[in-house]
């Protein structure tokens, strides 16, 4: 297996051409693992850097796509990446029905009603917390996921929760220190997967890791400061052979990585870098060949 790790990067909203057979959604009964992170096979996709809703619901809606990871620039600009809704991706929603933005904690919980939260992001609104979250359904007696999500627990509490709920973390975002959003699934089933987090990581913490687990992959990353990052791991990990991530990339560098080596984005997350003092990008990648 080929893993490609801390490679020096180079590099905007780019789409794949691969197209994948449609397929209908899962059959009554049948649960199935979550495809956008933990499947390499080939699909339609996009991404934006700094887009505003209505410009990425309408490429959504007409190109049967579907928010899977949502980063927030602005209360008005948001940072997406999407997957074709079909063949092993597909999934009940799809287009601007498949996230959602400026929610509070209370319209969130309200809106989540029969669904299941793929990711989810606080930002500050004239002062005011609010979310913007991914999304997919969560139907009883279909492909249901007894998920939950916490906000703002610490690194202890986040710990106790998943001991509690024999839980694996899927989403992880940095509040302030020590205190985290988060979402888990039960480590059971088709979401059984060997796995690890890392409230504070740096890049000697991914060598160690790939090192010491040499199928080991990272999922989920989230800036905490400069070189700073929360992270989630899955190992013992055969279905991905070629992956990539960097901790601080510019806009064209991020954008010249994904072209370069066809890699489908799985997470591209800015924050503002003091070293570099400018603003840059945490990026996680996934094979799309």
């Known amino acids: 297996m080929t893993k490609k790790t801390l490679k020096a990067m180079l590099i905007a909203a780019v789409t794949s051409t691969i197209l994948v057979t449609a397929a209908g959604p899962a059959a009554a009964g049948t649960v199935l693992p979550d495809p956008e992170k933990y499947v390499s096979t080939p699909t339609a996709w996009g991404w934006f850097l700094s887009a505003s809703k209505a410009t990425i619901d309408n490429w959504a809606n007409t190109n049967n796509m579907r928010v899977v990871d949502v980063e927030v620039d602005s209360p008005t600009t948001f940072n ?17 029905a498949s996230w959602t933005t400026g929610e509070t904690a209370a ?3 309200a809106k ?5 939260l793929l990711d989810v992001e606080r930002y500050l609104d004239n002062g005011q917390v609010r979310y913007a979250a991914a999304l997919v359904d969560n139907p009883a007696g279909g492909n249901f996921h007894d998920y939950k999500y ?4 610490t690194s202890a509490q986040i710990n106790g929760w998943l001991a509690a709920n024999r839980g694996r973390l899927t989403d992880i975002d940095y ?18 997967r060997s796995w690890v987090w890392y409230p504070d990581a740096t890049t000697q913490t991914v060598n160690d890791e790939i090192d010491l687990h040499l199928d080991s992959r990272m999922v989920a990353i989230s800036p905490i400061a400069t070189s700073h990052f929360a992270m989630i791991f899955v ?15 510019s806009a064209s560098q991020l954008i010249s990585v ?9 997470q591209a997350e800015r924050y503002w870098s ?16």
């Open 112 to 116: 989540l009603m029969g669904k299941r």
């Open 80 to 96: 997406v990446t999407l997957v074709q809704n079909s063949g092993v991706y597909a999934r009940g929603l799809t287009g601007s």
């Open 150 to 153: 916490l906000f703002n627990g």
């Open 258 to 266: 994904q072209s370069g080596d066809n890699y489908r984005v799985l």
């Open 274 to 289: 003091a070293g570099s003092n400018e603003w840059r990008y945490a990026a996680v990648f996934i094979e799309n060949d």
């Open 175 to 192: 509040v302030s220190p020590d205190h985290y959003d988060a979402v888990l699934v039960p480590n059971t089933g088709v979401d059984e």
């Open 235 to 249: 190992r013992n990990d055969p279905q991905v052979g070629v992956w990539n991530w960097h901790p601080s990339l």
């Open 107 to 109: 319209t969130l919980s």
